[in-house]
């Protein structure tokens, strides 16, 4: 039938040709170059800058020693993990992170679901949350060590407090620009109260939501450095612990090496979430394909 | 009995600046089985229309009815769900209608050959052409089994090419499943081409001034004599109207 072959023949040439032969090893090994060299790039400045810092002899005086080159500062960090000591501190503030973020995940996700469905708390709660997320959490910690004493649950409510509010934002957020041509598509289908949620609304927020949920993480990171140079727990090794006893024994060196770490860290987990962001956007053609 | 029954319906909304009148005492009726075009310039209340009978909106007076039959509409737009194929996508309606699991990847598949999509379930929307997508939402409105579908302006972004293909295959599906069919649209030639009666609209408000039967001679075509003639017509009384609203 003519029309039959037409349509199709149209449908083919508007999905344009398919996409290129290039073999799978190749093309992982170009999209592993394209991963990692602004990675070694920033490395790179970072290391650079150091040794600039160090050549500037900044306070006049380089026979003290008072800050050891890049070289130097990563033998030490060598040195650290070597001995374990690194490792553990690690471990500790990495098990606070998981804690206090999986506590901000549940206790965001269940503000931010009820704020969402019911509005007269929306205006409300709503103007607490956004307060809340621009109070910078260093602020909590004497409420937080009046209310718990100089113990790991001081750390943790100022975590939770500092990275929960942008998760529920942005699970608000998510629901709030739920686009209105689709909730009128969903509801003409017949989709109701639940069924609209868990089909449309929350698929429909979820890119939102991982933007909160990154957000989050970035303030829970940043709070718990700040708990963690606050709140100095006896016999426990935490990267904060490193941090002060560098500054008590005016360890220049040592203090970039574990600064490097956190930064690292956090540029790491933040990576996470940017390739889950972009695997969604991916799968729903919202990045521009010459990116993709 | 009448598939849809619009009966002085009118319907006004609150604006910042007063009361705007839609729609004006219009009165309507769609025999099962028929395909009707509604055209009018901007502001002719078309998609307020759409809405009331379609059960969004509620007139102010005057009665619609629909005889329980289930409406499905369409919009300019496929308004697709980004994150689903487009096999779900339609999967999607059924499920909605609680369609058995077993049946609905069937149903599905159906569907999609219907509109001559089948092969193209795996894909997303954003992987489709406009033309494609549009005939996806196709097969989810068809998806709710409606009996009457209602289309505001549904080839209205597609270029002329796959627009001209798209009434074809939408006159096939209708004549297969006995559709009743309220089309809304810009274009005096579509409206002529598709339509079994097209009605004409005025602009603010809505009242319907002019209806034109167009009696079935044989297959039609956007070109044929017809088509043109009754085109050309439209466009007098819409310009007519449209120069009541210049000063």
Known sequence: MATDQALHGLDSLELGPLASQESGARRLARRGWAATWPKLLAAALVLGA?????????????ASHLVGDPAQGMGNLWDQLVRGQLLAAIGTTMERALVGYTLSVVVGVIVGAIVSRIPPLRAAIGSIITGLTTMPSIAWFPFAIILFGLTDSAILFVVVLGSAPSIANGLIAGVDYTPPLLLRAGKMMGLRSFALYRYLIMPASLPSFVAGLKQGWAFAWRSLMAGELVVQIAGSLSLGVLLNGDQEQLDLTSAISVMIVILLIGVVVDGLFTKVDLAIRNRRGLLDPAIA | MAAVELTGV????????????????????????EFVCLIGASGCGKSTLLNLVAGVDRPTAGRVGTGGRRVGLMFQEPALFPWLTAGRNVELALRARKVPRQERRARTAGLLDTVRLAGFGDKRP?????????????????????????????????????????????????????????????????????????????????????????????????????VARIAATLTDTLREEMGRHGH
């Open chain 2, 10 to 33: 009118s319907k006004a909304y609150r604006t910042g600046r007063g009361e705007l009148l839609a729609l004006d005492d219009v009165s309507l009726s769609v025999r099962p089985g």
């Open chain 1, 50 to 62: 150091w040794q600039l810092f160090y050549l500037s002899n900044f306070h006049g005086d380089s």
């Open chain 2, 126 to 226: 954003h992987e489709l052409s406009g033309g494609m997508r549009q005939r996806v939402a196709l097969a989810r409105a068809l998806a709710q089994d409606a009996d009457v579908l209602l289309m505001d302006e549904p080839f209205g972004a597609l270029d002329a090419m796959t627009r001209d293909l798209l009434h074809d295959e939408l006159e096939r599906i209708c004549a297969e499943r006995t559709l009743t069919v309220l089309f809304v649209t810009h274009n005096v030639r579509e409206a002529a081409r598709l339509g079994d009666r097209v009605i004409v609209l005025s602009s603010r408000p809505g009242r319907v001034i002019g209806e034109y039967p167009v009696p079935r001679q044989g297959p039609r075509r956007i070109d044929s004599a017809q």
